[in-house]
Every structure is written in structure tokens, then in C-alpha cells.
């Protein structure tokens, strides 16, 4: 198998798309979204992505069938507005392999006449944060797109996130500006211990409001809630001297 080899499902006609990743990161952000966007709005499968970065191993399903480790791209047709998404179950292995991803990446949003693209993800604050304030910090490639963020409540903060924006999240920003695509990254705050459902819709609140369409949060707030308990132990633990050990959340998420 070549380095990164990209299977053809669908070829949909689509208007003015726009390219949305959502691999794995601090709390699941960016996944959880793109996910809720293929299940909500009955995404179509068009291309599967599959490549030597990713781990060495299959996937099961309920019926025991194995099926190779990959990512996915899905059409959303989200009230008339076209999107394809990205999401998978790993990101690269290597410095080296995340670019050789995110370019090929990129060529499937060329191919399709993606002219803008937003890169989803999680912040990490390091605490529990209070259901009112979940942000959203915000990045670009071309100062011009900030004003139209900024208006739907996406915060620009000097010098953050501190190191940068590492991974496809970054590099589709850095090597899509090359191209003359236009990206955005889009990062949810959240405390970088758990899933976090609720910063994946303050995330998709943002994109409901500068793409133009309307989802159902039902099935968010429904995992929102399952996590509660969980919260509920890790609050404990604050009490009893701090923050839990990575050994003692190994289980969540």
C-alpha cells in the first residue's frame, strides 16, 4: 500500500463547499462535531483515506467483521449548505506523516472546489468549566476572515493557544494557505480530562451561525448529561487533594 492511499465511494455534485476536520484531539472536540454533523444531517460516504501513519490494526463491528484503520470524508448537506467532513479514529504517527496527510487531505477538499475550510478542536484550561462559559478561541490564515468569527463570539487571544496549533489542525491552516484556501481553526475550551460534549456545541454553535444551518443538539446534550457523573467523581477528587492522576481517568472518553 502506498503512503497514503485514497479510496473513491461517491462523487456528489456540490456547490461552494466547505471542508470541516474533525479528527481526534483534546477532549474529542473537533471528532465529536463532524461526527454529530454525518449522523444528524445522513452524511454520504465519499472517500476513505487510508495510510501507513495510522496503527497497525483493524477495526471489529458488532458482527465480529474487521475493516481496516482509516479516516472518512462524508458529504453534509446541512439545510442546503454543502459540507465535507473529516474524522477518523487517529492522526499521524509522524511529524513527517502529518504533512504527507494533510496534504492528501487537502487534495480531496480541491478536488471537491473547497474554498474555505475550519479545523476543529479542543483548548485545554486545566479545570472544569462552568455550563455559561464554554468559549471558543479562534485562528486564521487570512486576517480577513476574523471579523465574521468575531461577530459570532469566537475570542482572539494574543499568543494562544501557547506553542501553537499542532497536528492536521494546524498544518491545514499553514499548508492551505499555500494553496489559497482560506482556514479557520476553531478550538473549544475545555478541561483536557474528558470528552467534552458541551464544548463541541459551543464549537458547532459558532458554525450553525457563519454557515447558515440549523442542527438538533439532542443527542450532545444527552451525552452531556452521561458525562455528569463522571464530572460529579472528578469534583470529588478536587476535594479530596487535587486533580485525578492520567492512571485514574484512563477510563474516560
Same mark, same amino acid.
Given at each position: 500500500?502506498?503512503?497514503?492511499?485514497?479510496?473513491?465511494?461517491?462523487?456528489?455534485?456540490?456547490?461552494?463547499?466547505?471542508?470541516?476536520?474533525?479528527?481526534?484531539?483534546?477532549?474529542?472536540?473537533?471528532?465529536?462535531?463532524?461526527?454529530?454533523?454525518?449522523?444528524?444531517?445522513?452524511?454520504?460516504?465519499?472517500?476513505?483515506?487510508?495510510?501507513?501513519?495510522?496503527?497497525?490494526?483493524?477495526?471489529?463491528?458488532?458482527?465480529?467483521?474487521?475493516?481496516?484503520?482509516?479516516?472518512?470524508?462524508?458529504?453534509?448537506?446541512?439545510?442546503?449548505?454543502?459540507?465535507?467532513?473529516?474524522?477518523?479514529?487517529?492522526?499521524?504517527?509522524?511529524?513527517?506523516?502529518?504533512?504527507?496527510?494533510?496534504?492528501?487531505?487537502?487534495?480531496?477538499?480541491?478536488?471537491?472546489?473547497?474554498?474555505?475550510?475550519?479545523?476543529?478542536?479542543?483548548?485545554?484550561?486545566?479545570?472544569?468549566?462552568?455550563?455559561?462559559?464554554?468559549?471558543?478561541?479562534?485562528? /486564521?490564515?487570512?486576517?480577513?476572515?476574523?471579523? =465574521?468569527?468575531?461577530? @459570532?463570539?469566537? #475570542?482572539? *487571544? $494574543? !499568543? +494562544?493557544?501557547?506553542?501553537?496549533?499542532?497536528?492536521?489542525?494546524?498544518?491545514?491552516?499553514?499548508?492551505?494557505?499555500?494553496?489559497?484556501?482560506?482556514?479557520?481553526?476553531?478550538?473549544?475550551?475545555?478541561?483536557?480530562?474528558?470528552?467534552?460534549?458541551?464544548?463541541?456545541?459551543?464549537?458547532?454553535? /459558532?458554525?450553525?451561525?457563519?454557515?447558515?444551518? =440549523?442542527?438538533?443538539? @439532542?443527542?450532545? #446534550?444527552? *451525552? $452531556? !448529561? +452521561?458525562?455528569?457523573?463522571?464530572?460529579?467523581?472528578?469534583?470529588?477528587?478536587?476535594?479530596?487533594?487535587?486533580?485525578?492522576?492520567?492512571?485514574?481517568?484512563?477510563?474516560?472518553?
Amino acid at each position: 500500500m502506498d503512503q497514503v492511499d485514497i479510496e473513491v465511494v461517491a462523487d456528489p455534485e456540490l456547490s461552494d463547499p466547505t471542508f470541516i476536520e474533525g479528527l481526534p484531539g483534546v477532549g474529542h472536540v473537533g471528532k465529536l462535531v463532524a461526527e454529530h454533523l454525518v449522523e444528524e444531517f445522513d452524511g454520504t460516504l465519499i472517500r476513505r483515506a487510508y495510510t501507513t501513519e495510522f496503527p497497525p490494526q483493524v477495526t471489529v463491528d458488532d458482527e465480529g467483521v474487521t475493516e481496516l484503520t482509516h479516516a472518512e470524508f462524508h458529504h453534509v448537506d446541512a439545510d442546503g449548505v454543502d459540507i465535507i467532513t473529516l474524522t477518523g479514529d487517529h492522526q499521524a504517527a509522524s511529524n513527517e506523516g502529518h504533512y504527507t496527510l494533510t496534504d492528501a487531505f487537502l487534495d480531496v477538499a480541491e478536488e471537491f472546489g473547497c474554498e474555505r475550510a475550519y479545523a476543529l478542536g479542543g483548548v485545554p484550561t486545566g479545570e472544569l468549566i462552568e455550563d455559561d462559559e464554554y468559549g471558543v478561541l479562534g485562528a /486564521v490564515n487570512d486576517a480577513d476572515a476574523k471579523d =465574521e468569527l468575531a461577530a @459570532a463570539g469566537v #475570542e482572539f *487571544r $494574543a !499568543d +494562544e493557544p501557547a506553542g501553537g496549533i499542532v497536528g492536521v489542525s494546524g498544518l491545514v491552516l499553514g499548508l492551505g494557505k499555500r494553496r489559497g484556501l482560506e482556514a479557520a481553526c476553531l478550538m473549544g475550551e475545555t478541561s483536557g480530562y474528558l470528552v467534552d460534549p458541551k464544548s463541541a456545541q459551543a464549537v458547532l454553535e /459558532v458554525l450553525q451561525e457563519t454557515l447558515g444551518f =440549523e442542527v438538533d443538539f @439532542a443527542d450532545l #446534550e444527552e *451525552r $452531556a !448529561d +452521561e458525562m455528569e457523573e463522571v464530572v460529579g467523581k472528578i469534583q470529588e477528587m478536587q476535594g479530596g487533594g487535587g486533580m485525578p492522576s492520567d492512571d485514574e481517568l484512563r477510563y474516560i472518553g
